[in-house]
């Protein structure tokens, strides 16, 4: 079984999202050029051969979920794999230079999970939702939303595990 980012539940909002503490954690990235659907797909395959080995010391690393996708721009996506779970681990330098490596800190988010495939318009519909939660509640956004996918493709619609999420504060 595939390790999950860790988190804790700190509320749960009447519409369903989830308030989350997460706490620092290690990611590999890559941008790509593409759009929310193609993003993920273009971006898989340099953060794959880094976990499989391609990377200066020849380490494979387990994969883990869920992939993240945040949005930098037009056509413009983030992929991120978030290392395996291990407090004090140092991890290799990446061989390709597309590839970084980077700690992101402790956070607050929101997020609204939703089942099915990944298209478009089924994210776009979540992030308003979403938006709309986060407005209504507590709470104040604090950057863009971006999304995760937590299952390869293998897995039927109905049954793919996705979330939109956004960086909170209390308001």
Request: no cysteine.
């Given at each position: 079984?595939?390790?999950?980012?860790?988190?804790?539940?700190?509320?749960t909002?009447?519409?369903g999202?989830?308030?989350r503490s997460y706490p620092e954690h290690q990611v590999i990235s890559v941008d790509v050029r593409g759009g929310l659907s193609d993003a993920g797909n273009i971006g898989f395959g340099p953060l794959v051969?880094?976990?499989?080995?391609?990377?200066l010391s020849g380490e494979k690393i387990a994969m883990t979920a869920p992939v993240i996708q945040a949005p930098e721009g037009t056509d413009q996506h983030r992929i991120s794999f978030v290392l395996p779970d291990k407090p004090g681990a140092t991890w290799p330098e990446p061989a390709d230079p597309r590839?970084?490596?980077?700690?992101?800190?402790?956070?607050?988010?929101?997020?609204?999970?939703?089942?099915?495939?990944?298209?478009?318009?089924?994210?776009?519909?979540h992030?308003?939702?979403?938006?709309?939660?986060?407005?209504?509640?507590?709470?104040?956004?604090?950057?863009e939303p971006?999304?995760?996918?937590?299952?390869?493709?293998?897995?039927?619609?109905?049954?793919?595990?996705?979330?939109?999420?956004v960086a909170v504060t209390p308001a």
């Open positions: 079984m595939v390790e999950q980012q860790r988190y804790d539940v700190m509320e909002l009447p519409s999202v989830e308030i051969s880094y976990i499989s080995g391609y990377n590839v970084t490596l980077e700690t992101k800190p402790r956070s607050l988010v929101a997020a609204l999970g939703f089942r099915g495939y990944w298209r478009e318009s089924h994210v776009v519909e992030e308003g939702k979403l938006q709309r939660a986060v407005e209504g509640s507590g709470y104040r956004a604090v950057g971006y999304f995760a996918r937590y299952n390869p493709p293998s897995v039927p619609g109905m049954f793919r595990r996705n979330e939109v999420l």
